[in-house]
């Protein structure tokens, strides 16, 4: 068994982490670590987990190294760079789900993270962990930077473009909508209740960070190229799942037929991206209910030859392919698992 530790085991990520290591038949639970819940159980943290584990979270100190194999920070951004810069090199894998190492261009992190001040050379060790995408990477990482819910959904729609077709993309422009678990626990008027339901918000009209990290990261993969990768996000009232909908400008000759094909090729052996023709179900996909509790991202893509684009929809749900199912994703991959161990989960559908 395969020891794993979580901190910031009270937060809404956390919980999805327990959820899933909890039903992993090669993943052990051994240690939860926060600062605010000190001594609380999952149990009284989460609800939904009635689970008696022997488990309460303690503070984090270096002494945990003795206690896990892999540990998965589900904390603020800040709070991460202390703890990476604390356990690297003591324990065989850490995985980070906050931003603090997804960007690795230093001036790029420091206007989109200026909070986080973070050790230069870990910044260079984490690998970016789209396990669709760095696989052979991760078969040996001692560090892993998971990237934001947004950022993954607009990699895995741009990919096949960029690093299968090799287009130059001259403009991206990405609108993006997610639901309030997106923001985590951290409690702002704007997400009362009665402010936040039937709500659209544009709360990043002009600008996301997420979209700054998938610049920084498909640049440094080639081979095609990205002028301009800009993005508008909004709150929308329901709680999971997430839509991104990239609205790609190019001079090189596409058609629908050749995209398609293109899409499905480049995701053929990646279970967990669903390749799906708009109008091919009861609903149009991608929607982020078709993927609700489950690891899956849904792409859809579109040539929209009047208007001189490239339609790109990707729905995930935030808080699994966004976050915690990715991150036991990448951990498979590390410790040479099958990819799809205990995420074999289907969506749970209506919800």
């Known amino acids: 068994m395969i020891r794993a530790g979580v901190v910031g085991a009270s937060g809404l990520a956390g ?13 052990e639970l051994t240690f939860l670590g926060g600062s605010s819940h000190i001594g609380r159980r999952p149990s009284e943290l989460h609800p939904g ?3 008696d584990l ?65 050790r230069t050379d870990l910044a260079d060790r984490f690998v970016y962990g789209v396990p669709e995408l760095v696989g052979d ?17 607009i990699t895995l729609g741009l990919a096949p473009l960029t690093l299968g077709l090799g287009l130059d993309l001259k403009t991206v422009v990405v609108d ?10 951290q409690l702002r008027t704007a997400d009362l209740h009665p402010f936040r339901s039937g709500a659209i918000a544009p ?16 640049e440094r993969g080639k081979p095609g190229t990205i002028g301009s990768l800009t993005m508008s996000a909004y709150g929308v009232s329901h709680v999971r799942g997430l839509l991104t909908s990239s609205y790609v400008f190019t001079d090189d000759a596409v058609d629908q037929r050749a995209l398609q ?18 109008a091919e179900t009861l609903i149009p996909v991608p929607d982020p209910q078709a993927v609700l509790g489950s690891n899956f991202c849904d792409v859809t893509v579109l040539h929209d030859e009047p208007g001189g684009r490239i339609v790109v ?21 590390r410790f040479a698992l099958p990819e799809e161990t205990g995420l074999t989960m289907q969506p749970v559908m209506p919800a």
């Not at 990477?137 to 959904?153: E, F, H, R, V």
């Not at 709360?203 to 498909?218: M, N, S, T």
């Open 203 to 218: 709360y990043a009209p002009i600008g996301h960070r997420h979209a700054a990290e998938v610049g920084d990261f498909l």
């Open 261 to 278: 094909r293109a899409y499905v090729r480049f995701y053929k052996e990646h279970r967990f991206v669903r390749v799906r023709r708009h």
């Open 54 to 118: 022997g488990l309460t979270v303690q503070p984090v100190t270096e002494d945990i190294a003795g206690q896990v194999d892999v540990v998965f920070l589900a904390t603020p951004a800040p709070v991460s760079a202390e703890l990476a810069a604390l356990l690297a090199d003591r324990i065989p894998a850490v995985v980070d789900l906050s931003g603090a190492f997804r960007i690795r261009t230093p001036e790029l992190h420091d206007r989109w993270y200026p909070k986080v001040k973070r």
């Open 313 to 333: 929809l990707a729905a995930l749900d935030n808080l699994v392919k966004g976050a915690a199912g990715q991150a036991v994703q990448a951990v498979n991959k």
């Open 137 to 153: 990477q991760l078969a040996d990482a001692a560090l892993i930077s998971l990237p934001g819910c947004y950022a993954t959904a």
């Open 15 to 27: 919980g999805e982490l327990i959820r899933l290591i909890t039903q992993h038949p090669d993943l």
């Open 49 to 51: 987990l009635r689970l």
């Open 176 to 185: 993006g909508k997610s639901g309030s678990s997106g923001g985590g626990l």
